[in-house]
């Protein structure tokens, strides 16, 4: 049970190095723009590359793997429905909103927290590989067309996930992987530096925003940010947990991995992308720091109940 809070604490402390710096007002106004704009870029397509390059491709087909990819795929679904019909929401706002409810953080805090829980992160693998080849290519097609780009071809739009460069990344990963090659180190070694930034450039950046932004869940943006918290935290575990026993029969670790996968909170890539794009920032910041901050007492509870 410490272990799991290790991870925890080590996320807090460096969103809170962020805060502190932007208090201080070491990095000067808008750095927050420039770090996102520097993980979107450079330092999270390599840290992509490098995941799925080093990712077993066949764990795509596990049974866990297909609960967390039906239990993302019933969150947007329910999530865009609400969102559309009730909210009366549409464009970008709905498309970051999804991904909020969505998109977990599988990377730095999945990986660690999976370790300290049922010893292994392999869990984790084909969750990076779903969301990197499918999740993010979709969403910044949505994304690219939603934020009004007037007089783009259809070929241009069709081609905009390639040319985004977290895809590329991603695709470049998926190429080695599947070919076995072996990178030599002076290709090798400036990936692995360029990577190694992004998780605590990301974490930074987003404890920069928090300075002198108001208190999460009180804008005029409650609505669809509750709503997106409650099927992050709650809904992704419950429904992982109904899929994996009831369905799939899935017991012990195989059974604890997944689910654990689904309670994980709001990646900080959600808050990269509406940085990004200029769209639902406040929202996507507010559901990152809720959906982290539930997530504590869920995953221990659930490592309580199944482990």
Sequence with gaps: ????????????????????????????????????????????PALMFRT????????????????????????VLVYTLVARVVLRRRGAGLTLGALSASYVNA????????????????????????????????????????TGRR?????????????????????????VSLTGVTLPEVVALPVDLVANMAIPVMLIAFGLSLRGAPLPGRGDERAPLWT??????????ALAYVLGAHVFDLAGADLLGPVIVAALPTAQNVFVYAMRYGRAVPVVRDAVLLTTLGCVPVVLALVAALG
């Design 1 to 44: 049970m410490a272990g799991v809070l290790t991870g925890f604490v080590t996320l807090a402390v460096v969103v809170l190095l962020g805060y502190l710096l932007a208090r201080w007002e070491v990095l000067g106004a808008g750095a927050d723009a420039v770090l996102s704009r520097l993980t979107f870029f450079a330092a999270t």
């Design 52 to 75: 799925v390059s080093e990712a077993e491709v066949a764990d795509v087909f596990s049974a866990g793997a297909l609960v967390n990819v039906l239990t993302t795929a019933v969150l």
């Design 107 to 146: 990377g730095n805090l999945g990986i660690p927290l999976l370790v300290f829980a049922v010893g292994n992160a392999a869990a984790i693998a084909p969750v990076l590989l779903f969301q990197l080849l499918v999740m993010v290519p979709v969403s910044f097609a949505l994304l690219d067309a939603q």
């Design 151 to 175: 007089g783009v071809s259809l070929t241009q739009t069709l081609s905009m996930p390639v040319r985004n460069p977290l895809v590329i990344g991603v695709a470049l990963g998926l190429l």
């Design 228 to 237: 997106a918290v409650a099927l992050k935290a709650l809904g992704g575990p």
